[in-house]
């Protein structure tokens, strides 16, 4: 006898893809399906599977040996169906609606979105509009509010860290300052652990505006300390002191200007400033794919699974966050539109300082 | 000028090696001579250089360059000074007193112990002695109480993990069970967390006596869905239902009379069972060498800062730990003697068992 | 329109899994399928799946992704179909009947066979049955006739060697003698290649009878030299000098008496005659699991390739393999029943005794 | 006693450094000093060492342990000494005058140069100079000529690999197309072999001029199979049809307008000819620096053992080479002033075609 459904379920993974999401969708899947009976529909490349109603049934094949897989099954977009503000005074239905239309005809009971602080964001509004939602903080960032760690960011710092071991035995071999540019708009996680992990000996984050000559004094007595070279970690959005005084509009004019991206930047300002031979390696894609590592896996799973807890208790409008060791589910409105960064008086700040780390300024 | 020093501090690391300790070296190191302006006196293989004074002063080329090395720099034993418990009755100096004599001699302010369980034991038997200790969590196990993580852990999980991936490979060729042992004498930390990472279809941990018909209902219920192959994992110290009820001595008999490794066992029984193929991998050494993974590394470079901290403020009498993402000094006495088991209530036990793990009973 | 098949070829893979055998299936049906428009049906679980007839047709959906995956897709087995010498004498259709008989039901032009000696031998034998054979050499012994290399090998060198690297931190921390057991119970080409490549100090391989006074006499002078550690490698095969000398039966005879395996009894014997700890890890079914290193999967790909365009030549009876840089096919009855065995005046063999590597004689 | 020493012997690695060159000059030392009873001194930083006579003899504590380690332990560089082709006719003593009064001065009877295509030239000019000089083939782009392989190249293959593993689930996950680019400016070894591990769907290389419309046509053909994303491998010296019929000069110059690298004016022509979203990664220096994998440990091994060999008899103005599988000593004037590049017909890009790779054309 086929057992009745209890609930139906919907999944997507949305924003750039992160190590984990497979283990997290197998986590939600597995507990909703066998455990509570639900049933589980997955929607194809994020907001826009929604909008789309382009979706297929998860059955068990579907998520059996994915843990171990980098990417998403569900494949992934940047879509923001709430990047217009008045999204609904046109003509024709828009992305909302066509969202809500979609729930409904699906039958929905809920939805769980995996992703960072853009679909966390987007999460918020659609639970405003009625719709039950669970969000999972996903990104390789580390930059969620709310939650101690996200899934993704462990693989990152160990790519990061792995690359950052390989650039010094050319950096020795050579007399070289090596700079690895990591990633991190807006918020240094990654650049900070990375740097520590990797024994780098500046590392820039965008929360602690930098000094050149800070830097070049730093390179000049590693040198004098018979130091013959050094590994500069640099976060995408790290910056000058004197960017950090330019308003929000100022400062995108002057990156737009400036020649390839900020590791070559501050590449040129080292040379220029101690002529130290320097070259630079820019990271990119490779930190946000490939298999998970352990701790991400296992990490995911537990949200995962947490999540599907939260839809059986009806426990909606929230996001899984991992507190003081503790899995909670904290108010999706809570975790819209912010960003976490790195207070200047974290302790890995201090520890990166206690090790000889200079960190720019 | 010669900087005056501050004050002389003894350093070494004891018990098994585990990943991470030549960065928590040079975490205290660095921040000690570089920040304060101590003199770190490195013994040498663990409680045995303090007996026999055997030691070299710590100097920036010996810890330049080991934050990503295994092992550690100054060696290790087992030794334990205060094995016997009436271990000054005896007739000539005993391993406390040439403790005491060597930490006189070298003009020693305070010494720092890099170890587990049986380390923190002994320094906290050393405080109480009149010595200013500070003990640091080392260990594969996580098996430190008053600290949420332990050094090593991550990079033993990593190891575990990808031996666990290695076997599915093999398992699914040939419709095989394939059991592998993982390390974990009195807590299951690391099977558990492998398990969960490599997605064992079945998990066995000291903290859970396994009852062999429910494995074996577990594998067969496999069997039927479809599977054709199983992922065991096992810890060291795994119990069967039977043995959990032995008394210590009968239990330590017991083991003694069994042929090959509990993994083995394990193996057969599975096999006698259910009449599925299986076979045993036991990791062993391979959980506790090489270089540490970037979490391990940027792990002991906190609590080797956090010690260098401590020592500078005289808050002796403590060991570092992680609670809550603070670090802060426990009292040794609070560490000594206790293990840190896996509460079968602990979050990633149900995790586990919502993906459908099988954890033995 | 439909084009009209060209050939329908027949393929399994057989004997111990190997890193590798998923990039030949590729390499074989994306030339004979792509290139050529045959129709390759995939046989289960090596020679069995031929004499129950189970197989599947293989579409491309099922080797696309499959090159970086370990393993094999078509499952494997120890089948021996002539293991039997008088397989024909008894009553009903004995297996080689019943593979005949697949054979023409499926109306297979031809049969392609992944394996290692016996896959080989096999494959000779029903080329002599008339079949039109080809066949891939695939062991991660590297203990194949005719080819300079199988694939499968450097992955289980890169991970014996990575295993040894990890040893070596335990080694040099605790002051001990680590013994690895690796595979190859004929043919030492594993433990001599890992051996060089992870610096081991003693390297023992079935060729190369050892004595265990010329090895203790190694590991002394290592201490005079001031080693504290060493690192030995051991064959499954390996066998000391009195050993040698037994013959086939008396030898099979003693090593059923032996307690654990070879690697335990080297351990044993070199504490015994030196007094040094000495400590064993059994490498395993680690060696032959998980992803293809790159090389595994250029080779596997080429041997697939070329395998395919001898089914298009129609150039039967021959295993495909690397010589001198060219690939070439051999006549299967050259490779049956036959072991390629370490020379030992091979380049390898005075390598490992110039860097100073003791071989055990 | 003392032995009396039976040669002086120098040493030097010059051009990028490459993983391998630490456990070639072990495989060099071991071999001279403990066989042959050699004394050998490592001049620093390439020939700039040999220029300025900066030299340390070489004993056993620094050669051990540097098997498995990145970079080389006497450093690198990029020094041309014969960069003139005047060099003598100037004022003041030139570069090869002060490189053969090092060479008297030392006393020295022979010297080993470790490096490239570069090294090899400037080793083949000393030796016409009277110098007794043995090179030893390193570079991870493999474009050594008389020789079947150079150390580096498997390590560097291995990174691209791993790279191109990760790209594959960000580009599934985001339907795209993502472009990598690897080394190789004048020979296409490294991205035809990487392409072909790795599953590359298009992969350029120097040797075969690429037509866009090609691509377009080979990525679109995959869109209609149903595959939405592929991976683009491109050499660094890469070029198009065009571009191919430029003479040098003309190419330089095209070259130097360019925006970005070869890698980024790919992603722009798929885009506009396709109109599919394509992203890029160059690797860079990832691709030289790191711990050796496992057989370029055992090559760059055999490579120094044998120059040892070659040494003691005498053998000199001779580079160490593997040509089928045996090593031999190929004259150095040979090697000097050339390229080996990718043939056309050679069976790795008969290979790459076999399993449905576009090359460009």
Request: aromatic share 6%; hydrophobic share 40%.
């Amino acid at each position: 006898m086929q057992k009745s459904v209890t609930k139906i379920c919907g999944i997507l993974t949305s924003g750039g893809d992160a190590p984990g999401l497979n283990a997290a969708i197998r986590g939600v899947c597995r507990t909703a399906i066998d455990i509570y009976g639900m049933k589980v529909i997955g929607f194809e490349h994020g907001y826009r599977g929604l909008i789309e109603n382009k979706s297929r049934v998860l059955n068990p094949s579907e998520f059996s040996g994915i843990l171990a897989q980098g990417g998403t099954i569900l494949g992934t977009s940047r879509e923001k169906p709430f990047k217009d503000k008045n999204w609904c005074e046109g003509t024709g239905p828009c992305a909302v609606e066509m969202i809500i239309d979609t729930y409904k005809k699906n039958k929905l009971d809920c939805l769980v979105t995996l992703g960072g602080n853009g679909t966390n964001t987007t999460a918020s509004l659609l639970a405003k509009e009625g719709l039950n939602v669970i969000g999972l903080p996903k990104t390789i960032d580390n930059d969620i509010v709310e939650t101690d760690i996200t899934f993704g960011f462990h693989t990152a710092l160990t790519v990061a860290t792995d690359a950052i071991d390989r650039l010094h035995s050319t950096a020795s071999s050579h007399n070289r300052v090596m700079v690895i540019e990591v990633m991190g708009h807006k918020a240094g996680w990654l650049s900070l652990y990375s740097g520590v992990a990797g024994g780098g000996d500046v590392v820039l984050l965008p929360e602690i505006p930098y000094d050149i000559e800070s830097i070049a004094r730093h390179l000049e007595n590693r040198g004098r300390a018979g130091k013959t070279f050094s590994i500069v970690v640099v976060a995408e959005g790290a910056r000058s002191v004197e960017e950090s005084r330019l308003d929000k509009k100022a400062f995108k004019k002057a990156r737009e200007q400036m020649s390839g991206s900020i590791g070559y930047r501050v590449a040129r300002e080292i040379q220029d400033a101690t002529g130290l031979e320097s070259r630079v390696t820019v990271l990119g894609y490779l930190q946000r794919g490939g298999t998970p590592v352990a701790f991400d896996r296992v990490l995911a799973s537990q949200f995962g699974t947490a999540a599907a807890n939260m839809l059986a208790e009806g426990n909606y409008g929230k996001m899984v966050a991992l507190q003081d060791n503790r899995l909670v589910g904290v108010p999706l409105e809570n975790v819209a539109n912010r960003i976490k960064s790195v207070p200047v008086d974290h302790r890995m700040i201090e520890t990166a300082r206690d090790v000889g780390t200079c960190l720019g300024d």
